[in-house]
């Protein structure tokens, strides 16, 4: 699960000379032009330039919520988020999503009004490159639909986290480009400079108190479509140097997995599919929400189990996941199952040991009735568990009542 779904197209700041608004904003044509000559892409049509003050955004971002996502959606995704232990017990998803992104916002492109919006507060210093990343997002919406690109990915949770690094992913290679031929530069033939330009949104330099305080989670997810988005558009690029801005949306990437290593997009190799764990549930249950980790999530996990350096020896191995919410209503009581794929067997056997620690670490209590290399049950804060390995899969069951078998 990510915040994806309320996001509209925000931008990282880098510094460049200051400009004042109404000459910004008579730079749109000229920009425009530009981006449409390094990717191959058309203008079709002006783009709508306007400033806007970080009320209006926080206003704009509740809105976007209400839209998009129902109360019930909202509580789905909180819960699932909580019952991985990616955010506190008592966090408000939809209030930090607002605030974390109101305080981020230098600009953003609507694609519905079709319309650019510059924050009132951002730096002069910024104003150059948000406005050549925004217009990126500008000019792949007037050739490929940005609403339906976005729409046709809310099927799958790691897939929507995919299709943004590949919105994200570009506009900042576009604006890397753009910055890079002022000063008589190329992206296309300087691998440095793809890394440098990669790594400025890496840190926030104490400018952001929000976004530092929030969980691992949160702050992975904001930067990872800008950062490991324009290095995938940049794989993406050195592959296929005249069909590389447009392939992205016609073939949308599958998974995260495919953005973090896009030999994978290139080669077409697509998640699995695995079995949830059965369990005998009353007709009390009812499905809450269900959807996918993908392996940006499955890093995340890992990392806050055992460590950043575990977290990239093991979640390359991630082939698939699948996992389901149930509640009963009524016994105020909701159960995870989930199920991961791993391509070998000591992998999934690695992850089996780092999500038993997990376990330990989400919850205040745990207590073990049977234990042995490839199965763990006993009881948690949220009732009894399941976990186990049957070859190169990892299930779980969690959140049961102390009845059912």
């Known amino acids: 699960m990510t915040v994806t779904s309320f996001r509209p197209f925000f931008v990282l700041l880098l510094a460049v000379p200051a400009y004042s608004q109404s000459s910004l904003c008579s730079e749109v044509p000229s920009i425009l032009r530009q981006l449409s000559e390094i990717t191959g892409m058309k203008v079709h049509h002006d783009v709508p330039c306007a400033f806007i003050t970080k009320a209006d955004v926080n206003k704009f971002l509740k809105d976007r919520v209400h839209d998009v996502a129902k109360p019930e959606d909202i509580r789905g995704e909180e819960l699932t988020l909580k019952k991985f232990n990616f955010v506190p017990a008592d966090f408000d998803l939809a209030k930090n999503t607002v605030d974390l992104l109101t305080e981020q916002a230098a600009a953003f492109y609507d694609y519905n009004k079709k319309k650019l919006f510059i924050t009132e507060s951002s730096s002069t210093e910024s104003q150059e490159p948000v406005l050549a990343h925004e217009l990126g997002h500008a000019l792949a919406d007037q050739n490929y639909n940005l609403a339906k690109f976005v729409r046709q990915g809310r099927k799958n949770d790691d897939g929507s986290t995919a299709r943004l690094a590949v919105m994200e992913g570009q506009a900042t290679w576009l604006m890397s480009e753009f910055l890079a031929r002022q000063n008589g530069q190329s992206l296309r033939n300087s691998p440095e400079l793809v890394k440098m330009m990669a790594k400025l949104g890496d840190s926030s330099g104490g400018q952001y108190p929000v976004f530092e305080n929030e969980p691992l989670y949160l702050r992975v997810t904001l930067v990872f479509p800008y950062t490991t988005g324009m290095l995938f558009q940049n794989a993406v690029t050195e592959h296929d140097a005249k069909e590389a801005f447009g392939e992205v949306f016609r073939n949308a990437p599958l998974s995260t997995q495919q953005i973090l290593h896009p030999e994978k997009y290139i080669s077409g190799v697509k998640p699995t599919d ?50 389901e919410l149930v509640e009963d209503k009524a016994a105020g ?20 040991a780092v999500y038993r620690v997990s376990m330990q670490k989400k919850w205040r209590k745990m207590t073990v009735v049977t234990d042995s290399p490839d199965a763990v049950t006993g009881e948690g804060d949220d009732g009894r568990f399941e976990l186990r390995r049957t070859g190169g899969i990892v299930t779980s069951v969690e959140g049961l009542p102390p009845e059912i078998n």
């Not at 929400?289 to 990239?312: F, K, S, W, Y």
């Not at 009581?333 to 089996?352: C, G, I, M, N, P």
């Open 333 to 352: 009581r909701v159960a995870l199952l989930y199920a991961s794929e791993w391509d070998t067997d000591e992998a999934a056997r690695q992850y089996f």
């Open 274 to 323: 695995p079995k949830l764990p059965e369990v005998k549930l009353g007709h009390s249950y009812k499905g809450l929400v269900g959807g996918v980790l993908g392996e940006l999530e499955h890093r995340i996990l890992i990392e806050q189990a055992v460590g950043a350096a575990r977290a990239d020896e093991i979640a390359p191995h991630w082939r698939g996941c699948n996992f």
